[in-house]
Each structure stands twice: as C-alpha cells, then as structure tokens.
C-alpha cells in the first residue's frame, strides 16, 4: 500500500509530506483546493508523462517520492531483480523534472529509465478517470483482475511456459548448430581422412629436420669416410708387407712382430667404427627426397588448418569428436524434441486447470458485481466475465485463454466489451461495483 508521499516544488505546493494510514479511503475538498495536484504529482511518482508547467513558478525543479510497503510476494520484487535491482518490503518511487522538461528517475535511490518506473506504477496503483483507457477499460488487465479476485497464483504456468519456450529455443539452436555442421560434413570428413592417413606425431617435425640436416651432410661424410676406409686398407696391407719381413728375421724381431700385432688389432677396429658410421647413414633406407616429401606434407596440413605442425594429432582428435557429434546429433535432437512435447504437454495441462478455475471463479464474480449493480442504478445493465480459449498463436505465460469484462447496459442487448459499451458514468459505476 501506499504509505507516505512527499511533494517538493509543484505547482502551487512549496513542500509537503503526507502519510497513509490502513483504512484510508477517500481524499475529499473543495474545488480548487489541490485534489488535482496531488494526483498529477503521485503520477509523476508513478512514471506518468511529465509536463514542466507542473514544476513550481521560480524554482528549478520539482521533486516527488512515494513511499510503498510490499508484501514479499508482489509482483513488483521479480520485475525489479529482473533488472538487477535489489528489493525489500519497503520501495521508494523518486522523480525528479527539471523547469527545462527533462526528468529522472530513481527506485530506492538507484537510477532507472521512466519506462521501468512506469512499470513498476503500474504494478502498485491504478488511477481511473471517467475517460481514463488504462486500468480497467484496458482488456489487457482484465486476466489479472480476474486472477487476483480467484486467488489463482500465476507464477507456476509462467514458470512451465518458461520451460517451454526454453525448449523450443533450444531445439531451435540445435537445429541450427545441426545444420551447420551438415554443411561443414564433407570438410570435416576429407580432413579426418587426410590427417589420419597422415598420421602426425607431436614431435616429428624436430626429427624429420634433423634427419635431414644428417642426409643433406650425407654424400661429404660417406666421402670422408671412404677416404678413411681407403687408408685403413692401404695402411692394413703395409703392415702385412711389414710383418712377413719381419717374420723372415727371426726370433729377435719378436718384439716388432707383437708391435705390429697391436696395431694391426687396432686398425681394425677403426674398420668397424667406419663401417658403422657409414651403416648409420643409410639408416632406414630413408633418403633427402623421402624425408623433404613427409616435411612439406606435415606443413602444408598444418596451413590448412592454420596450426603449428606439432598441434596436428590434436587438432585430428578434435575433427574426429567434431565428426562424431555429427553422427550422434540425430540421438540428441529427438531428446530435446521429447523435452519440447513433454514441456509443452505440462504447460497445456496446467493452463487448462487454470482456465477452468477462472470460469468458475468468473461465474461468482459475475454474480456478486450482479448484486452490486442495483444500487448504483444499474439494475438493467448485465455484467459478463468472459473466458474463451485462443489459437495457440495467442497463448502467453499467462494461459491459454482470455478474459474480457463484457456489459450491456440495455434490456434485450448483448453483452459487449465494456471499453465500448459503458458511458462515462457508467463505467464509473461498474468500476465501482468490481
């Protein structure tokens, strides 16, 4: 309810401070005596359109909070931390308007746009006029008048529409991602083909270039060892010529024949450490041409997908999950169409419960404002809560249905929307009798 407003610099008021108290029902005085001014400044509390002819003669602005106390429950605490705001059972509506036109906004001191201050007054007070088009005569509010007299509590079915039209924009994503990655099937595929019959290793590059290096030193190297095994020949056959001369000299050239035995023994093993070497060269039977083949191949892959050449066994194992996701979406999608059905199969249920509620709710309704008509001088006049269901294209968070407060003011006429029906007083009166 409205607790307290406080008016500062407008129109006539210099300031003034007013405090409700429970049971407060009607503001009453004299023409001229400001009944006007205090609505037109609780409106601008309210997010009302702001006219700078309210701002006071001579000041340079005006300035209006309202002071409200909430249940915990009001609807106004979700549509506040919907945008962030922190709430509390007391709420603060400030406007400040400038001689200049311009105005700000603030709730509980913390700047908003006038389009969140205007709706959250329009979730705390209605100001009906006889020729007022909002509140009443606004069939868009009809449902939650009609909600809020049967009691019905409107944020489960907005939670089970919540859920659906979240499965449906899922759905909608996975088709979409689907289809995209159809599109990108075929790449995916030569890619995993080509890399796998490639095969890279996270290290291969280093050793393919140092292989090479080694290669292209190669034909220097075997020609240096040639060179070498060459001398170890001639070498090893002087010193054959060397010791059957001195085989022929006899026992005192023992000590040279053990001499050259030494030698002999040693080139030899220079023989076997040449002949190694040169095995190692030709390891593999891998060749120049082989291994700048398999260097041009691993970088030309790893271009393609714009990586370094060591990324590449990772980069296969990603296409290759990729491709897998691919052939597992179709499983995948028919879970998130169940959960579209399933969802949309509790919404429907939920919201034809709540529609029947409202029938019954508006038959009663009906029948008290019946009651009330009478001693407003109504008593020919009919008033008709009106629920009928909608196409699916029209279905909301609020249901599957719409309600219409329909009347007819005439003996014999049919009920119609009472924003066309009722005259200005008549409206008045009906506003009256809900």
Not at 72 to 98: F, P
Not at 339 to 356: G, H, P
Request: charged fraction near 30%; proline fraction near 3%; charge should be negative.
């Amino acid at each position: 309810m409205l607790t307290a407003l406080n008016i500062s610099q407008v129109v006539l008021i210099d300031r003034l401070g007013i405090e409700f108290q429970p049971g407060f029902c009607a503001l009453t005085g004299e023409t001229g005596a400001g009944k006007s001014i205090l609505l037109d400044s609780l409106g601008l509390a309210l997010g009302a359109r702001a006219d700078a002819g309210l701002v006071r003669k001579g000041a340079d602005q005006a300035s209006v909070s309202a002071t409200f106390s909430l249940d915990k429950k009001h609807a106004v605490h979700a549509l506040l931390k919907g945008q962030g705001l922190e709430t509390d059972t007391t709420l603060i509506l400030r406007r400040v308007l400038s001689a200049d036109g311009r105005s700000r906004a603030f709730i509980n001191d913390q700047p908003v746009s006038i389009a969140l201050l205007r709706q959250t007054g329009d979730l705390l007070i209605e100001i009906h006029g006889q020729f007022d088009t909002q509140g009443l005569l606004d069939p868009d509010t009809h449902r939650a008048l009609l909600d809020d007299y049967a009691g019905i509590d409107g944020a489960a079915l907005e939670k089970l529409w919540d859920a659906w039209r979240g499965a449906e924009r899922s759905l909608a994503i996975a088709r979409a991602d689907m289809d995209k990655a159809r599109r990108e099937e075929n790449y995916l595929r030569q890619s995993v083909e080509d890399l796998s019959d490639l095969a890279p290793e996270t290290d291969e590059e280093d050793t393919l270039v140092n292989l090479r290096d080694r290669l292209q030193r190669r034909t220097q190297i075997m020609d240096n060892l040639g060179t070498a095994d060459r001398a170890c020949a001639d070498a090893e056959s002087a010193l054959n010529v060397a010791y059957r001369a001195l085989e022929r000299v006899g026992d005192s050239a023992a000590e040279g024949l053990a001499a050259l035995d030494r030698t002999t023994a040693e080139l030899r093993e220079s023989f076997a450490a040449i002949h190694s070497l040169t095995a190692d060269m030709e390891e593999g039977g891998q060749d120049l041409e082989s291994v700048d083949d398999r260097l041009h191949a691993l970088r030309a892959q790893a271009r393609k997908h714009n990586c370094l050449v060591a990324d590449l066994p990772g980069i296969l194992d990603k296409l290759t999950a990729q491709l897998a996701l691919i052939d597992g979406q179709g499983a995948a999608l028919d879970d998130l169409i169940k959960a579209v059905e399933d969802t949309r199969r509790a919404f429907v249920k939920a919201a034809t419960d709540t529609a029947k509620v409202r029938r019954k709710a508006a038959e009663k309704l009906d029948s008290l404002v019946a009651k009330e008509l009478p001693p407003l001088k109504l008593d020919k006049a009919r008033f008709v809560t009106a629920v009928d269901d909608v196409p699916e294209d029209q279905w909301g968070p609020g249901g599957i249905d719409r309600v219409r407060f329909l009347v007819a003011t005439n003996p014999g006429s049919e009920p119609g929307p009472l924003n066309k029906i009722a005259s200005g007083g008549e409206m008045a009166r009906f506003m009256l009798a809900l």
